[in-house]
């Protein structure tokens, strides 16, 4: 589906568009005329139907292209291993939760958790995935439609991270699950979790000036979307959350 002139959402599950498997995240293609980035690949459930949305909006990944990850829980990584496998797609992790790509970490990342509370099936496994690249806060990737800027976050998982573009189109932020279209939080009982590195994070989020949201789940917004930022921010300034 497309969004923008370079920005697709090809993944969505039942918290968002419903385009693709019901446990999948809300997964973004920017093409920055080098390379396209791929935000997130969903549960690995049924990533074909990932790539089926890319190839309706013309879209194809090759070995120059990158599957940028925003944390590592289930419905956001659980396509990496397939992707790499099938496209030789190159994949780029945030710098502290690569162990949990890498040895497939049910309890760092926060899937025994969540099998325990019986969200997610006992079947459902994080495929171990060797990744090309570490990521750091404030690293910074140039290319010929746009710029990109790493923002290293926390509250959510371990050691997530947020991307923020300037496009043609405006200024993008990719946030994974650190706050939605309606400025709310996700603040889960699992590995990770932390209120207080939330609210920095948040601040640091503010920061920007953002004109479209692209969250990990539910709608998008391709107009004003610090506003979503700015709500968070409030409501993390109270005394109780």
């Given at each position: 589906?497309r969004?923008?002139?370079?920005?697709?959402?090809?993944?969505s599950?039942?918290?968002?568009?419903?385009?693709?498997?019901?446990?999948?995240?809300?997964c973004?293609?920017?093409?920055?005329?080098?390379?396209?980035i791929?935000?997130?690949?969903?549960?690995?459930?049924?990533?074909?139907?990932?790539?089926?949305?890319?190839?309706?909006?013309?879209?194809?990944?090759?070995?120059?292209?990158?599957?940028f990850?925003?944390?590592?829980?289930?419905?956001?990584?659980?396509?990496?291993?397939?992707?790499?496998?099938?496209?030789?797609?190159?994949?780029?992790?945030?710098?502290?939760?690569?162990?949990?790509?890498?040895?497939?970490?049910?309890?760092?990342?926060?899937?025994k958790?969540?099998?325990?509370?019986?969200?997610?099936?006992?079947?459902?496994?994080?495929?171990?995935?060797?990744?090309d690249?570490?990521?750091?806060?404030?690293?910074?990737?140039?290319?010929?439609?746009?710029?990109?800027?790493?923002?290293?976050?926390?509250?959510?998982?371990?050691?997530?991270?947020?991307?923020?573009?300037?496009?043609?189109?405006?200024?993008?932020?990719?946030?994974?699950?650190?706050?939605?279209?309606?400025?709310?939080?996700?603040?889960?009982?699992?590995?990770?979790?932390?209120?207080?590195?939330?609210?920095?994070?948040?601040?640091?989020?503010?920061?920007?000036?953002?004109?479209?949201?692209?969250?990990?789940?539910?709608?998008?917004?391709?107009?004003?979307?610090?506003?979503?930022?700015e709500?968070?921010?409030?409501?993390?300034?109270?005394?109780?959350?």
């Amino acid at each position: 589906m497309r969004l923008t002139e370079n920005l697709y959402l090809v993944g969505s599950g039942l918290t968002g568009m419903m385009l693709t498997d019901s446990w999948d995240c809300n997964c973004y293609v920017a093409d920055l005329g080098d390379y396209r980035i791929l935000f997130d690949c969903g549960a690995g459930v049924k990533t074909e139907l990932i790539t089926e949305e890319m190839e309706k909006d013309g879209i194809s990944l090759g070995e120059k292209d990158w599957l940028f990850l925003t944390h590592c829980h289930l419905d956001h990584v659980g396509g990496a291993y397939d992707l790499q496998k099938a496209f030789g797609v190159r994949i780029a992790v945030p710098a502290g939760e690569k162990p949990i790509l890498t040895l497939g970490d049910e309890v760092e990342s926060g899937l025994k958790a969540a099998k325990r509370a019986g969200y997610y099936p006992d079947e459902f496994h994080i495929t171990p995935c060797v990744s090309d690249r570490s990521l750091y806060d404030r690293e910074i990737w140039k290319a010929k439609k746009g710029r990109l800027e790493v923002l290293a976050v926390k509250g959510h998982s371990p050691a997530g991270c947020c991307y923020y573009l300037e496009m043609p189109e405006g200024n993008v932020l990719v946030t994974g699950d650190q706050v939605d279209a309606d400025g709310k939080i996700s603040l889960q009982v699992i590995p990770g979790a932390d209120v207080l590195g939330y609210a920095e994070s948040m601040e640091k989020l503010q920061e920007k000036e953002v004109d479209i949201l692209l969250p990990g789940h539910g709608r998008v917004l391709l107009k004003q979307g610090k506003t979503a930022v700015e709500t968070a921010v409030k409501r993390l300034g109270a005394l109780f959350v």
